[in-house]
């Protein structure tokens, strides 16, 4: 029999809360910003600050964020990611399922659903995350772990490895964004914005304990470092996508959004980026989140719409965000092939 008969598929994506009301977001914010893997602390001090500095106070300003986004069908994200498990089903013959590592539907409930179908003794898990991070393909795998030993389930598992420099999601990602891209005279610089880590998170993966942020242009030298290493990776896709579309070195920057705390993160941060690049005089922006494979809070409200007001605040005349892969036929069948391929 072939294999791949008795394997499941478990997609993962991040996770949106039930409604955009400040109850519903606090519960999300309590689930996920309690994960030891995305706020690295002990659990008193992870308990401390998240319930006396963060619960009182961000869920009113975040919930008035995911309103100015959340559509009739309900949160983006997880309309968004479902549209993609409808397309891959219409393709794929395999058992598929879709889960959010925070929110609804759960890994747990997912995980007891795929495995419950006749003659299933693998689940090929595919965390929606291009690029390696703790707090995101990392915990995604232990949460799934955990339920497996929770309910004694004998089903192997199995991951597929983080895809930035992938063909596929190359070649996905160059498509998607084409139609913008290809039009050169419509805008001035592209900015790539991809979701911000701290740094301790960068150093803490580093297996070598003496290369990532310590060595001069250490996302350029070779090092095992880089299978685990998010800024590397992304560095990679970046440059993996400019060689496919001959973007020129000053066409184009890097930068990193989304922080939260006091720590210290990836450089240099997307908010600052856009005043700057505003001061030098761009007027056209296009902006790419390829950290994201579905359009979200961060990319409809943080650059879209955020974005688009500091921007044009300093001077900017237009910002234009190519929307994340999200259900683009090119990357329903790259992704089909990427799951082909773990086989």
Same mark, same amino acid.
């Given at each position: @029999?072939?294999?791949?008969?008795?394997?499941?598929?478990?997609?993962?994506?991040?996770?949106?809360?039930?409604?955009?009301?400040?109850?519903?977001?606090?519960?999300?914010?309590n !689930?996920?910003? @309690?994960d030891?893997?995305v706020? !690295? +602390? $002990?659990?008193?001090?992870?308990?401390?600050?998240?319930?006396?500095?963060?619960?009182?106070?961000?869920?009113?300003?975040?919930?008035?964020?995911? !309103?100015?986004?959340? /559509?009739?069908?309900?949160?983006?994200?997880? =309309?968004l990611?479902?549209?993609?498990?409808a397309a891959?089903?219409?393709?794929?013959?395999v058992? *598929?399922? @879709?889960?959010?590592?925070? #929110?609804? $539907?759960?890994?747990?409930?997912q995980?007891l659903?795929?495995?419950?179908?006749p003659?299933?003794?693998?689940?090929?898990?595919?965390?929606?995350?291009?690029?390696?991070?703790?707090?995101?393909?990392?915990?995604?795998?232990?949460e799934?772990e955990?339920? +497996?030993?929770?309910? %004694?389930?004998?089903?192997?598992?199995?991951t597929?490895?983080?895809?930035?420099?992938?063909?596929?999601y190359i070649? %996905?990602?160059?498509s998607?964004?084409?139609?913008?891209?290809?039009?050169?005279?419509?805008?001035?610089?592209? *900015?790539?914005?991809?979701?911000?880590? $701290?740094? !301790?998170?960068?150093?803490?993966?580093?297996?070598?304990?003496?290369?990532?942020?310590?060595?001069?242009?250490?996302?350029?030298?070779?090092?095992?470092?880089?299978e /685990?290493c998010?800024?590397?990776q992304?560095?990679?896709?970046?440059?993996?996508?400019?060689? &496919? /579309?001959?973007?020129?070195?000053?066409?184009?920057?890097?930068?990193?959004?989304?922080? *939260?705390?006091?720590?210290?993160?990836?450089?240099?941060?997307?908010?600052?980026?856009l005043?700057?690049?505003?001061?030098a005089?761009?007027?056209? +922006?296009?902006?790419?989140c390829?950290?994201? =494979?579905s359009?979200?809070? &961060?990319t409809? &409200?943080?650059?879209e719409?955020?974005?688009?007001?500091?921007?044009?605040s300093? #001077?900017?005349?237009s910002?234009?965000?190519?929307p994340?892969?999200?259900?683009? $036929?090119?990357?329903?069948?790259?992704?089909?092939d990427l799951?082909?391929?773990?086989?």
């Amino acid at each position: @029999m072939d294999k791949r008969n008795n394997r499941a598929v478990l997609l993962v994506n991040l996770g949106s809360p039930s409604g955009a009301d400040v109850s519903s977001v606090r519960r999300y914010l309590n !689930q996920f910003l @309690m994960d030891p893997y995305v706020i !690295q +602390l $002990p659990w008193i001090l992870r308990r401390l600050i998240v319930g006396l500095f963060v619960l009182p106070f961000r869920p009113k300003a975040s919930a008035r964020a995911y !309103q100015s986004i959340w /559509t009739s069908e309900g949160s983006p994200l997880i =309309v968004l990611s479902m549209k993609l498990l409808a397309a891959l089903k219409a393709t794929n013959s395999v058992p *598929l399922g @879709m889960a959010m590592r925070y #929110g609804t $539907p759960s890994i747990e409930s997912q995980v007891l659903e795929l495995s419950s179908l006749p003659n299933i003794d693998e689940i090929l898990l595919v965390p929606l995350y291009p690029h390696y991070a703790e707090s995101t393909i990392a915990t995604t795998i232990a949460e799934t772990e955990r339920v +497996l030993k929770k309910h %004694a389930l004998s089903i192997k598992l199995k991951t597929l490895k983080p895809f930035y420099d992938r063909p596929e999601y190359i070649e %996905a990602l160059v498509s998607s964004a084409e139609p913008w891209i290809s039009e050169p005279e419509s805008y001035d610089h592209v *900015l790539f914005s991809y979701h911000g880590l $701290p740094e !301790q998170h960068i150093t803490g993966t580093d297996p070598t304990g003496s290369h990532c942020l310590k060595q001069e242009n250490c996302c350029s030298v070779s090092s095992s470092a880089h299978e /685990t290493c998010y800024r590397h990776q992304v560095f990679k896709t970046t440059e993996c996508f400019v060689k &496919e /579309t001959g973007l020129k070195q000053e066409q184009y920057t890097i930068a990193f959004q989304s922080r *939260l705390g006091r720590a210290r993160w990836l450089e240099p941060s997307t908010n600052d980026t856009l005043i700057e690049l505003a001061n030098a005089g761009v007027k056209n +922006l296009l902006v790419l989140c390829p950290a994201f =494979v579905s359009d979200c809070l &961060e990319t409809l &409200e943080e650059i879209e719409l955020e974005g688009t007001e500091t921007f044009k605040s300093h #001077g900017g005349e237009s910002l234009t965000l190519i929307p994340c892969l999200n259900d683009n $036929p090119v990357w329903v069948e790259k992704l089909t092939d990427l799951i082909a391929s773990s086989a």
